[in-house]
């Protein structure tokens, strides 16, 4: 209902969020192309930099109505290509007492437990992936999961 699906807003803006380039990660981790930037992916939010916003139909309306945030997506968004969904999602930032039609559906349809949802699912597929890659038969890959086993990230330390 949320990826890789046309979401039609009321306001006439339709979009798509875009889960290719995870797709593409996956297949291509296993030829060891992309194995680092599969691995470190370990929360939903390890996701977001990895989807994408395309919008489908209400580029215009939705661009004059979003001017104030869109001026480094705005023209990107009106070509019909793809657009990072961290990006985009910046456009419905809003002051508390505005009224905003966009935004109200843009968190209707995203803020919600639907999209939450989904993520998860797009996590365990990533988290199968990973569990794969642990399993397989390949020196490298088997070498690159040890080190990685003990290296610390600077986001997987504790703050305090």
Known sequence: MYLDRVCTFHTGVSLEVSTESIRAMIEDATERE???ELVQIKRPEDLY??????VLHG?????V???RWAREIRQDVL?????????FRKLFWRDIDEVDSDGDEWHRYFGGEGFSDEIAGLLDKVRAAQRALQRSNDVLIRMNWDFLSRAIFPKDKPAF
Do not use: K, N, Q
Request: a positive charge.
């Open 34 to 36: 992309r194995f680092f």
């Open 49 to 54: 930099p990895h989807l994408s916003v395309i």
């Open 59 to 63: 580029a215009d309306g939705l661009m």
């Open 65 to 67: 109505r979003r001017s």
């Open 79 to 87: 070509a019909g290509t793809p657009v990072s969904y961290e990006c």
